[in-house]
């Protein structure tokens, strides 16, 4: 297996821009899943297509296997978000040329939206209660960001895992854009 350190930044963001890798990603966002449960949670992603890209992620150290068990003569993974994650970081997005950036985003955009539109096929009114989404200023340089995004984890920490009490799972999706003069 390739050490995930030798991947170059184009290559990460090349590997988790795929949407079936994305998806793959966010389902596993803060637990651990079998390759069956993400077999349930992607049913229109072919079983072959999704171990295709499951290997890809574990060979570019963005997932890991936490537990491996037989299950009816099989070996069964249960996998989880490896040492790398899945989240570009500053440099990374550096290092992107804008066509990548643009793709990227683009997805980021796009699996939102796939998201929604499947919240809306449920047809469980209540849920709606459970959205949100908006917009607004922030003014801030480098250093106030680093602080939000610090104080912003501290917050989110305590309901980034499952606490067995039937809460529902959310996605919380953000995006930071300089604004036109910024």
Sequence with gaps: MPDPGDLGRS???ETI????????????GGRSLTT??????????KQATLYRHISALL???LLAV?????VRGAVERTLALGERMA???????RAMSDAQLRESFVVFLGELAADFDRLLERGAPDLRDLLGFGRGPLYADAEDLAHIQQALAELLA????????????LTL???LMPEDGA
């Design 11 to 13: 290559t990460l963001s």
């Design 17 to 28: 821009t795929h949407p079936v890798r994305l998806r793959i990603i966010q389902q596993l």
């Design 36 to 45: 069956t449960q993400l077999r349930a949670a992607l049913p229109e992603v």
């Design 59 to 61: 060979d570019a150290g």
């Design 66 to 70: 936490v537990e491996e068990r037989k």
């Design 87 to 93: 989240h570009v970081d500053h440099e990374g997005l």
């Design 158 to 169: 305590p309901y980034q895992e499952e606490r067995g009490t039937g809460k529902p799972r």
């Design 173 to 175: 999706a953000t995006v």
